[in-house]
Antibody, heavy 116, light 109 residues
């Protein structure tokens, strides 16, 4: 069955960095555009970043542009999110999401806490 | 950026009754609209995609309708496990900033 498993979350100080990963299985990862979506405590869902199925295009929410970098390795079925210069407002659960007209898949999320 | 607006913010309904949730897009999203259910402490669960197609394992009491800018999620006979927060998401935009509505909290009346 389809699985998306995020890892790499944790507690980091303001200004610090963190790298999230998402391991995909059970579907044709290389055929899917992939996204990161986050949810701050008690808040709604916020789209963060997208990478095209072949990695050729990337887009970011204004709130993370210039600080976050999305990447993928189709040979390893892995999606990544490099987060730099983290702020308190980046505290959230981060979800890995695959979307195509053939289906939509979500991971269970990983918690990132930015605090001194 | 396409803005998604859900109404109402909170809906109070008794078990066994019907619930109707609305989602409006600021510009057309065709039928590229998904609905999610989120219970406390859990990840969003896909209910509906393509505006009206139930995801695998979703009970028939959940149905979606609409196209263009106006969408509806209907839960025909509410069960206790259905009381949760519901989000809509469009996946039609390019660049693919697939925005969400702010959510509707479905609570027990």
């Amino acid at each position: 069955q389809v699985q998306l498993v995020e890892s790499g979350g944790g507690v980091v100080q303001p200004g610090g960095s963190l790298r999230l990963s998402c391991a995909a299985s059970g579907f044709i990862f290389s055929g899917y555009g992939m996204h990161w979506v986050r949810q701050a405590p008690g808040k709604g869902l916020e789209w963060v970043a997208f990478i095209r199925y072949d990695g050729s295009s990337k887009y970011y929410a204004d709130s993370v542009k210039g600080r976050f970098t999305i990447s993928r390795d189709n040979s390893k079925n892995t999606l990544n999110l490099e987060m730099n210069n983290l702020r308190a407002e980046d505290t959230a659960v981060y979800y890995c999401v695959g979307i195509s007209t053939a289906g939509i898949y979500w991971g269970q999320g990983t918690l990132v806490t930015v605090s001194s | 950026e396409i803005v998604m607006t859900q109404s109402p913010a909170t809906l109070s309904v008794s078990p066994g009754e019907r619930a109707t949730l609305s989602c409006r897009a600021s510009q057309t999203v065709s039928s590229n609209l998904a609905w999610y259910q989120q219970r406390p402490g859990q990840a969003p669960r896909l209910l509906i995609y393509g505006a009206s197609t139930r995801a695998t394992g979703i009970p028939a009491r959940f149905s979606g309708s609409g196209s263009g800018t106006e969408f509806t999620l209907t839960i025909s006979s509410l069960q206790s496990e259905d009381f949760a927060v519901y989000y809509c998401q469009q996946y039609n935009d390019w660049p693919p900033m697939y925005t969400f509505g702010q959510g509707t909290k479905l609570e027990i009346k």
